[in-house]
């Protein structure tokens, strides 16, 4: 990254990003530059205002308009340097670690998804899962068990739980879309999920659908999503053939801002 980049002010409509009332002004900020940089109005190299010029343009104050700001730095797309300020990082960054779906991701990545739906039922909830998703004990929740296909390989064996309000989707409307392209459907917006990735080892059950045989090494996701208003929307249980799928994301040392 070069030192000499252009200094960039965006107008005020475009760096507020219009959401729900209840979104924090940081939230709708950060959306606002980081539009800005998918879409080009914020190029590699270019350099923000500084944060009093922001703050005092967008009537904000300065430690929102540093939170927003810092939320991009963590996801790598700015990086703050001394007597240069903030900057669009070069290059194209990985976005893995972003609240989608395994459908969308697999699209992305010029594959072709395809599903098959186990089970849809409507049962009690364990005591882990109604915890998870906020809910009484032994409320009712709608359990969805899938197996994703990759260009016709098995890549994935998805459990999800969701609370009773969805209970109107159905294995025949999740064949051909993911389960969020589902929710979005219905009107849910997904803002935030807490993730636990780790590993173990194929159930008997597991390593048939995946057809990597009994004890064999998967890789697991654990996500709790959660929609605008901080409701928890979904919890999912997924495990993954480590050969045909990975985790990606940008790390960035945190202890070198100033």
Known sequence: MTDGGETVVLPVEQLLQPM????????????????AIAGGSLPPGARLENEVSMS???SLSRPTVRRAIQELVDKGLLVRRRGVGTQVVHGSVARQIDLTSLHDDLERSGRVPSTRVLDVTLAHAA??????????????????RRVRFANAAPIAVLEN???????????????????????RARGVTLRVARQRIGARRATVDEGQLLDIGRGAPVLTMDRTAYDADGAAVEYGHH?????LYGF??????????P
């Open 56 to 58: 005092e343009r967008l």
């Open 161 to 183: 739980y969701l609370p009773e309000t969805f209970a109107d989707i159905t294995a025949e409307t999740l064949k051909d879309n993911g389960l969020y392209h589902q929710l």
């Open 127 to 144: 005591p882990e899962i109604a915890a998870q998703l906020g809910l009484d004990p032994e409320a009712r929740v709608v359990k969805i």
């Open 20 to 35: 729900t009332q209840s979104s924090p002004l940081w939230v709708r900020l950060s959306a606002g530059l980081e539009a």
């Open 239 to 243: 495990c993954y053939r480590p050969d």
């Open 248 to 257: 990606e994301m940008t790390l960035v040392d945190r202890g070198s801002l």
